[in-house]
């Protein structure tokens, strides 16, 4: 069984930093893809971004370029950076493995809150 356990998350200020991160259980292999999702209060959930086979990296168009995927094999985990963040990058923050047999693995979940 797959776990995966996120930490990182809290309360920041309009314009400040986060570093999420999410520690497998297994090892975590270039075949993988890991995900960053997130869900607003009374929104569905979200793609953020993802890392899949062969690093291949895609961020949704609300983060790029304030957000960075990344992943470090021998910690086995995935880590996402938000910067410049906004009262709308206010969520839970949910971290997805997908294997090779397509089966997906999810977190518990982190709360970040951004506010004055």
């Known amino acids: 069984q797959v776990q995966l356990v996120e930490s990182g998350g809290g309360w920041v200020q309009p314009g400040g930093s986060l570093n999420l991160s999410c520690a497998s259980s297994?090892?975590?292999?270039?075949?993988?893809?890991m995900t960053w999702w997130r869900q607003a209060p009374g929104k569905s959930r979200e793609v953020v971004a993802s890392i899949g086979p062969n690093g291949l990296i895609k961020y949704a168009d609300s983060v790029k370029e304030r957000f960075v995927i990344s992943r470090d094999f021998p910690k086995d985990t995935v880590y996402l950076q938000m910067n410049s963040l906004q009262s709308e990058d206010t969520a839970v923050y949910y971290c997805?493995?997908?294997?090779?047999?397509?089966?997906?693995?999810w977190g518990q979940g982190t709360q970040v809150t951004v506010s004055s």
């Open positions: 297994v090892n975590i292999i270039n075949t993988h893809t």
């Open positions: 997805n493995l997908r294997n090779t047999f397509g089966h997906n693995f």
